[in-house]
């Protein structure tokens, strides 16, 4: 029984709101007209958006390959070659600055830059990662029996802005820096052989990176009801070898998804039947599921030049569903929807597949800025609908090299 | 065109006309659709500001509302009123539209409602603009919970299950609810006693009502 003060207030506010003529606008059966010709194109626009982020993903994926793949190495060739036939003293009449390319291009070389050369854009295409500096009145070369030292030598005589673009690639581009005293001379190099030969050899590196990704989910195709959700979290990765790497890490998930309920398969049997008895079965249910995505996954570098690199990962993820909560909607608009909400119930053990693809570009040597495009895709059913959620999105992300310090 | 016009009146509409309408809303026929909107516009709306923060949102809400109606009326029943069918999904579309707000609940509100209880209602004459106002003027967590149990009639039990709360939150809410409101229509009177004594003592008649609803105005943008 309600009590009287209640009473009052309601009935005083039932007695005026209800009854009362609300005039007709003009203006809102413009808007409804709008609405009712714009409803076949509403639901494709999700479809549309969902193809301009995966067009944006592939068209960035393709400018990275492309800046890649662009023909930097047959120029390096050609200067390599003109300059090997050289002789030394020839070099040094230059402001020379020579290095040793990694890989099969280049085991020896001395390299000649002209002014025009030293330029920013010619170090992004050479490609400079492990640098040693020689001033002194010297020049020389590293050789390299493994192919992969890199080292930039310079002229004693270099002007300034030569040294100014020397200092301002070696922060950009040295995993390694090998600094000789100014008073030391070519002999140094060799001595510095074994400084280069230690720092070659490889040593695990460790990286800690923080992503933020917006997604699209959906069930069974995930253009299928497309809805927008994000992730969060922090990853850890190891080198395990100059390609290999294996990385894990702790996500935060929103994945909102909407369905027709024939792809929903309560985990409990009979449920439909308890839970909504006469009113019978539900037509659509739209859920929102928080998600603790806990991912291993194994990455190759597929190209790795000056800051900046290209590798494709996959692995395997685990979903921990902290909260289910899921809208039950029936296709007669007049009968209420049902809330249904679970947390913690639901475990995916390696439930999911994850591909992505990760574009790195280094800040500094220690801050690397991370783009991933990325596909999950469930092998177990997931949720307490045990629907087939299929994720796909960008993530983009900060990295952190843990031990960049120790390789100085 | 013209045989439709009959329909755009607010008077009440006949079975068969309203069988022919929705006949014509079925063949997805604008003329029709326009009869039918301009028919329930009133109706509609009413149920619409009651849930919305503001007109316009009323409006939106409504045109949702109505894109439903249009969209599902093979899964109308011809057995049971149009009217009933009409309202719920406009009561349902409102609360969809609301939906995330739908938990919130502030303690200091409660704090501040406090207090007017004692008072009794005053014997005011507010006006249906003045006291929708008010109720747009509350979180939209109290007022659906009000506009649900003390408009519509549902009980405790169904408002917990229709907005996914339980029923000790949806009476919360509708104490707070009720707290609100009773003090937003005793300061209104209030306002209004003040205004009626300086009016007659000293200068020109003024307009009461409108006069509080400033001062709401003004509440409500600090």
Known sequence: ?408 | MNELTQYTLSAPMGEEELQELLAGCRENDRKYQKALYKSFYSFSMGICLRYAGNRYEAAEVMNQGFLKVFTNLDKYDDKKPFKAWLGRIMINTSINYYRSNLKMAKMDDLEKAEGFCHHDMPDSKLSYDDLIAMVHRLPPAYRTVFNLYAIEGYSHEEIGKLLGISDGTSKSNLFKARDKLKKMVVEADQMADRMHNSDYNSGPAVNAVRLNMDFFNKEAVR
């Open chain 1, 1 to 408: 029984m309600k009590e009287p003060a209640e009473n009052e207030v309601f009935d005083f506010f039932r007695a005026g709101l209800t009854g009362a003529e609300n005039k007709f606008s003009d203006d809102n059966w413009d808007a409804m007209e709008q609405l009712l010709d714009g409803q076949p194109r509403k639901k494709g626009s999700i479809i549309w958006l969902y193809r301009l982020s995966a067009g944006i993903a592939a068209t960035l994926l393709l400018a990275t390959a492309f800046y890649f793949l662009s023909p930097v190495t047959p120029d390096i060739n050609k200067i390599a070659k003109s300059v090997n036939s050289e002789n030394t003293n020839k070099v040094m009449k230059t402001e020379a600055v020579a290095f040793v390319r990694q890989g099969k291009v280049l085991k020896r070389a001395l390299l000649a830059f002209t002014t025009k050369q030293r330029t920013k854009k010619s170090h992004g295409g050479l490609g400079l990662n492990k640098v040693i500096r020689i001033p002194a009145e010297s020049i020389g070369y590293v050789n390299s029996p493994k192919n992969d030292i890199y080292a930039l030598m310079l002229n004693p005589a270099l002007s300034s802005p030569a040294k100014t673009f020397v200092d301002s690639i070696s922060p950009l581009s040295a995993d390694v820096l090998v600094e000789v005293s100014p008073k030391e001379g070519i002999d140094s190099v060799a001595r510095n052989k074994k400084v280069v030969k230690r720092i070659q050899g490889f040593a695990p590196k460790f990286a800690l990176s923080v992503f933020v990704a917006p997604d699209i989910n959906g069930v069974n195709k995930i253009a299928n009801g497309g809805k927008t959700g994000s992730n969060f979290g922090l990853q850890f990765s190891m080198q395990l070898s100059r390609k290999l790497s294996i990385s894990s890490g702790a996500f935060y998930a929103v994945k909102p998804y909407q369905t027709n309920t024939g792809n929903y398969t309560p985990s409990t049997q009979g449920w439909w039947k308890t839970k909504f008895g006469t009113t019978g079965k539900p037509d659509n249910v739209a859920a929102n599921c928080e998600v603790l995505d806990i991912p291993l996954n194994i990455n190759y570098q597929l190209f790795r030049k000056a800051g900046n690199s290209l590798s494709v990962g996959s692995g395997l993820s685990s979903y921990f569903m902290l909260r289910e909560t899921y809208h039950f909607t029936f296709d007669d608009p007049s009968v209420n929807p049902t809330k249904f909400e679970i947390n913690n119930r639901n475990q995916h053990l390696l439930g999911v597949v994850n591909l992505n693809a990760t574009y790195e570009r280094k800040v500094n040597s220690r801050i690397g800025l991370l783009i991933q495009p990325y596909l999950k895709l469930p092998v177990s059913k997931i949720g307490f609908g045990q629907v087939d959620l299929q994720s796909a999105g960008v993530a983009v992300g900060l990295s952190w090299d843990i031990n960049s310090f120790r390789i100085k």
